[in-house]
Structures are given as C-alpha cells and as structure tokens.
C-alpha cells in the first residue's frame, strides 16, 4: 500500500452503496475501501466479501473513531445521516453522504458548519449533477446561452406502485417521501441552475397510506410552485404513483428552462443530447453534448464502458477523492445539501399551513 492510499469507510452497505459508491471508488487510483459498517450482519457479511474489507462493524461509532480510516461514506437511512457524519468530522474524517443530508434544515447546516470548522472535504450525493447533459446545460447556462431566466420546470415520474420501500415509508427514519427521494435533487438542479429560491407555495400528498399491508406515513406525490431571487419563477413536480412509467432512469426525469434568448430541455433517459430551441425559432431541436463533458473532469472512466445511463455516478466517488486529495472543496457540497433542505422544510411546512412560505 503506497502512503498517498485513502482509506475509505462505507456506513450502510445497501442499495446505494453497492450500485453506487462501490463501483465508482474502483475507478479511483491508490484508494481502498478498507471498512464496511452496517447495523444488519447479513449485509455486512456481504459487504466485507465483495469489498474485502479488513475492518467491519455493526457500530459505526467504532469505524469513525480509527486513525487507520480517511474518509467515510454514508449511506444509511436519512435519520442516521447528521449524528454519523458529525461523529466522522469530530475524528477528521472527510464525508460523503447521501441525500437527503438531514430530516431538517438545522442539523444540515450544522454538518456543514462543524466540516468546514474541522477543514475536511463534504460532499452530497447529488448523483444527477454527474449526467453529462446535466452539466453541459449548466455550462451553456453560465455562458449566457439562456439569458435572462424566465422559467424551471421539472417532472419526476416514476411507477413504484403499492410495494413496500421500507424504511422509506416510515417517515422518523426517512422524514418525508418522494420530497427527499427524488425531488430533492431536483430542487438542487434548480438552484445550481437559476440561483437561490426565494419563496415556494407546496402540496404533498400520500395516496397509499399502506404499502404492502404495512403503513406508509410518507408523501408519493408533491409539487412546489416556487419564485427565484432573481425572478425566474419554477414548477417542480415528483410522484412515485405514475403507474405504467416505469422507475429509473427508464421512466420521465423531465427539465425544461426557458430564458430571455432561449429554452433548454434536459431529460436523464438522454444522457448526452439536449432540446435547444432559440428565441423566434423554428422549435425545439437536439443539441448533441460534446465529449469534453462525458465525464467528469479527470475523471478516468471510460464513458464507452458499460450503461451509460448508470455509469456517470461512478465519478461522484471521483470527485470526492480528488477533492480529498488536492484539498479542495468537493462539487456539490454540504452547504448545496443544506440549501436543498431548506427548501424541503418550506415545502412540508406550506403543505400543512397551505400558504407560501419566504426562504
Ligand atoms: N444519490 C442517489 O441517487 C440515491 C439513490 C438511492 C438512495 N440514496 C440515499 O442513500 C441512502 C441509503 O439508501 P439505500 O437505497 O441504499 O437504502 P438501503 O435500505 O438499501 O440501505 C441502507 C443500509 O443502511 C443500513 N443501516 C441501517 N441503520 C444503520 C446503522 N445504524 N448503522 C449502519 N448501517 C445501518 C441498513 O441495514 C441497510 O443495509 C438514503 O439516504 C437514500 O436517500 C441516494
């Protein structure tokens, strides 16, 4: 082992974890997943076979407290996010965790706070930054092609039916539903994109207040109007219950902007073609993304390699041990993880007192 290998820690060995951040930290040179923790021992005993791992717990209070682990990763459900990742930045560890970051705008920011103060590298797993159409729009957009915004929109949907999600319908583990699953991420778009949200009107909804004979007290449906500092105004929609859409990435992940000169439509189905239409045009046409944003800068992934469609998360774990190594912040970051939480507080706040609510 040369002396430049990060040593990673992975908290939460489920779903996420092996289709994700495993593969993606195999493309990183000189790092090692040398810990695995998860609460279910069966899991664990799969994680440390497929990982080899040399370290494993069921605690994750004995992994963040070893001098032999850099950096930790966390993917557990929501509720568990805030207390493992102060715990990792009270050792110095460096921190990716999923999203949503907390089950409320306070202890988000305090992760983000308590990492800056402790100098180490945070990150959130906004997975869907790393579409490359995603981050050619982006571009596009910082080089002045929309102009002036005028309009976000984005539509999320997804068929996930009756079946039961798991610690996902409980809401004191996961907080809410499709708010934190799927549209968190789209509220993060939205403000990388256009900027701040300034205020937001909300409706959640729960249509399956069973899933599987068991309860579900958590959103399958909700919708935020929303207004932007810098005027623009926003419509954001996600539900679980679209029957027959399929899930995934087989199913729509719709945005569309329109600005003062343009409009750009975004899908995640179409990871390296737009919709561009100009003002006065003929209509919307497909805008082929150039190479240099098939991956994610120095990324070494073959973007040939594998499903596309699945593919582009593995530079999240890229940007992460890169931003550890060259000791620089991480894209995105905690403080972009908190900014989505805020939004997400207002939203389940104006749902229950049915009125707009200012960020
Ligand atoms: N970025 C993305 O696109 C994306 C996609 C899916 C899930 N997620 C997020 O990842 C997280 C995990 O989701 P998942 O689908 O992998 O869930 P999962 O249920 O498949 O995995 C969670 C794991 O955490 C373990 N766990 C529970 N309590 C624990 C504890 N105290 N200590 C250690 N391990 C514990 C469970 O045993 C389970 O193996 C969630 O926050 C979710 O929102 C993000």
């Known amino acids: 082992m040369s002396m430049s290998t990060i040593n990673v820690a992975i908290i939460g060995c489920g779903g996420i974890s092996l289709q994700n951040h495993l593969p993606g930290l195999a493309l990183c040179r000189d790092t090692r997943v040398t810990a695995v923790c998860d609460s279910n021992p069966t899991t664990l005993e799969a994680a440390r076979q497929k990982t080899g791992a040399t370290i494993t717990s069921t605690r994750y209070e004995d992994i963040v407290t070893r001098d032999d682990i850099q950096a930790v990763i966390i993917a557990t459900p929501n509720l568990l996010h805030p207390p493992i990742a102060l715990a990792a930045i009270r050792h110095g560890k460096h921190v990716l965790c999923e999203k949503p970051l907390a089950l409320n705008v306070g202890d988000a920011r305090e992760m983000a706070t308590a990492a800056d103060h402790a100098g180490v590298r945070h990150m959130t797993a906004f997975?869907?930054?790393?579409?490359?159409?995603?981050?050619?729009?982006?571009?596009?957009?910082?080089?002045?092609?929309?102009?002036?915004?005028?309009?976000?929109?984005?539509?999320?949907?997804?068929?996930?039916?009756?079946?039961?999600?798991?610690?996902?319908?409980?809401?004191?583990?996961?907080?809410?539903?499709?708010?934190?699953?799927?549209?968190?991420?789209?509220?993060?778009?939205?403000?990388?994109?256009?900027?701040?949200?300034?205020?937001?009107?909300?409706?959640?909804?729960?249509?399956?207040?069973?899933?599987?004979?068991?309860?579900?007290?958590?959103?399958?449906?909700?919708?935020?109007?929303?207004?932007?500092?810098?005027?623009?105004?926003?419509v954001l929609e996600s539900s679980k219950l679209a029957s027959g859409r399929n899930e995934s990435w087989r199913s729509l992940d719709y945005v569309e902007l329109n600005g003062s000169q343009a409009s750009f439509e975004f899908t995640t189905g179409k990871w390296n073609e737009l919709q561009y239409g100009k003002l006065g045009g003929p209509g919307m046409k497909p805008l082929p993304v150039p190479r240099e944003f098939w991956t994610w800068p120095g990324s070494p992934r073959d973007p040939g390699a594998g499903d596309p469609m699945i593919s582009f998360r593995y530079d999240q774990a890229f940007e992460f041990i890169d931003a550890i190594r060259n000791g620089r912040p991480c894209v995105p970051s905690f403080h972009d993880g908190a900014r989505t939480q805020a939004v997400m507080d207002a939203a389940v706040r104006s749902a229950d007192t049915r009125a707009w609510v200012d960020l």
């Open 127 to 234: 997975t869907y930054r790393f579409v490359p159409a995603m981050r050619y729009l982006g571009h596009l957009i910082r080089q002045g092609e929309l102009g002036q915004p005028y309009h976000y929109r984005s539509c999320r949907l997804q068929d996930w039916g009756t079946r039961n999600v798991g610690w996902r319908q409980i809401k004191q583990l996961a907080g809410t539903g499709e708010l934190g699953d799927m549209l968190s991420h789209r509220i993060d778009f939205a403000q990388h994109l256009i900027g701040p949200m300034k205020r937001i009107v909300a409706n959640v909804k729960n249509l399956t207040p069973l899933r599987d004979g068991q309860p579900n007290d958590t959103d399958d449906w909700v919708a935020i109007l929303a207004e932007f500092i810098d005027g623009a105004t926003g």
